[in-house]
């Protein structure tokens, strides 16, 4: 054989592979596919390739594993067992920036599944790696790099931990400072990641500095991006008076109400979201929101969606209104209660009507006035209807329960009452005929000093 013959060999093997990798790659794009990939053994027939001579074949190989590991969690389970992780992380750290984007997707797809699988992608020493490759001049790199970090940190706070250990926060903060939408985006995605879990993973975001960049971004004209740095604004502003505080001085309001009117849904959603956590801490905070119209737009905001958009927006008033009197009358004034009226009796999902049921409670308990005006909106009757129908979810059973009973305790508008004499069952009634004892029969209920020098109340 000739010289020529003999490379016509390798040549033709060299073109096999490819064309193998190539099209188990392209097969992996489809569901319908991937069981027949599994039983046929792709798995140990794609790990070799990783280590090919040709880095197309490697950079290939790689991403036909991630789309197989992306699938479900057996296959990423496989990819563990198989021993390809170190393999990968090796490669990661050597490879071309091709290579490091393939790599860096597969660590991605095992690792989203479970806490179980990114804790094995931790125990084989990719989050240095990944860490690294945040520093790489490539943006599609620090893209692929920075994803992983955030799945990995999403499922609780001892990988979150584990990220942060890894000096990921600081090079992250600096990814949501470079020119490209997409990477911003993802490092807004993992810090949201990293601070939900508790005050101390929030505190270490916030100290790198990113509550300041974040807050700039709030008027991107990208919807993704606006999503992401509003989740992200959102989990560290839960935790903590403190924390939420530093969020607030950021000088988010107003500008945080414009996204009330974006046309994304979960735009929408996640600034309510972020509204919602400020509010709950202090009524000083929640003073803050009604100072900057934030009261109105939310309420507007629920007028002009549905269903789980939704939610975010109902709890924020119920937070408002439940810190005082006062908070409570700008939520009604505001027209809060026939909009919480309407969700209450149009939403079909039970967990978004105890919401609005929760909310209506905090309204209304508070004063004669207070509750006057969420009876008169008709609402008492449909929170006696959801509280007694056997269709309703235990948890709207108890918070319709709850919210007749905080309303009825302070209502004095008998109009609103007298269906009650009818239809309420003892537990509801013995309330209802109270206030009416009250009402018509203010003589019968004398005020008496007991010996203690208390003031008592006795019928």
């Not at 794009?29 to 140990?44: C, D, H, K, Y």
């Not at 790099?145 to 990220?163: K, M, T």
């Not at 990477?183 to 990293?194: E, G, N, P, Q, V």
């Not at 309703?392 to 009452?417: H, M």
């Amino acid at each position: 054989m000739s010289q020529r013959q003999v490379l016509q060999v390798f040549e033709q093997y060299q073109k096999a592979r490819t064309q193998f990798v190539q099209m188990v790659a392209e097969l992996a794009t489809r569901p319908q596919n991937i069981e027949t990939l599994q039983n046929a053994g792709v798995m140990s027939l794609l790990r070799p390739l990783l280590l090919d001579v040709v880095p197309t074949i490697q950079q290939t190989a790689a991403l036909a594993l991630g789309r197989l590991a992306n699938y479900n969690d057996d296959l990423a389970e496989a990819v563990v067992k198989g021993d390809i992780l170190p393999q990968l992380v090796y490669s990661l750290a050597e490879q071309n920036r091709f290579y490091k984007k393939a790599a860096a997707f597969v660590l991605r797809a095992v690792g989203k599944h479970s806490p179980q699988l990114a804790q094995a992608i931790v125990d084989c020493g990719a989050l240095d790696t990944l860490v690294i490759c945040l520093e790489d001049f490539d943006p599609g790199v620090k893209e692929a790099a920075a994803w992983a970090l955030g799945y990995i940190a999403r499922h609780n706070a001892e990988l979150s931990q584990a990220v942060v250990d890894a000096g990921a926060v600081p090079l992250l903060v600096l990814c949501i400072q470079e020119p490209e939408i997409a990477l911003k985006r993802i490092a807004a995605s993992a810090l949201s990641d990293i601070s939900k879990h508790s005050p101390e993973l929030a505190q270490t975001v916030v100290d790198a500095g990113a509550i300041a960049h974040l807050a700039q971004m709030i008027l991107n004209p990208d919807s993704k991006l606006k999503r992401q740095v509003l989740s992200a604004l959102s989990q560290i502003a839960k935790h903590s008076v403190d924390l939420a505080e530093m969020v607030v001085e950021a000088e988010i309001f107003p500008v945080v109400l414009t996204c009330l009117k974006d046309k994304d849904e979960y735009v929408k959603k996640n600034a309510s979201t972020l509204i919602r956590e400020i509010a709950k801490h202090t009524p000083e905070l929640s003073q803050l929101i009604v100072n900057a119209g934030g009261v109105a737009a939310v309420i507007d905001c629920i007028g002009s969606c549905k269903g789980n958009i939704r939610l975010p927006g109902i709890m924020m008033l119920g937070y408002v209104a439940a810190h005082s009197e006062n908070l409570a009358m700008a939520v009604i004034i505001s027209k809060g209660v026939p909009q919480l009226s309407v969700c209450l009796s149009e939403e079909p999902e039970d967990h978004i009507k105890a919401a609005a049921a929760w909310a209506l409670g905090q309204i209304g308990r508070h004063t004669p006035e207070h509750a006057r005006a969420v009876a008169v909106t008709n609402t008492l009757p449909v929170l006696l209807s959801l509280y007694m129908s056997t269709e309703s979810s235990e948890d709207l059973q108890v918070k319709s329960k709850k919210a007749i009973k905080n309303i009825l305790q302070k209502c004095t508008y008998l109009p609103a009452l007298e269906p009650f004499l009818y239809d309420a069952p003892p537990n509801i009634l013995k309330h209802v005929v109270g206030q009416f004892s009250k009402v018509l029969f203010p003589w019968i209920f004398r005020y008496t000093s007991a010996e203690s020098g208390q003031l008592s109340t006795t019928y």
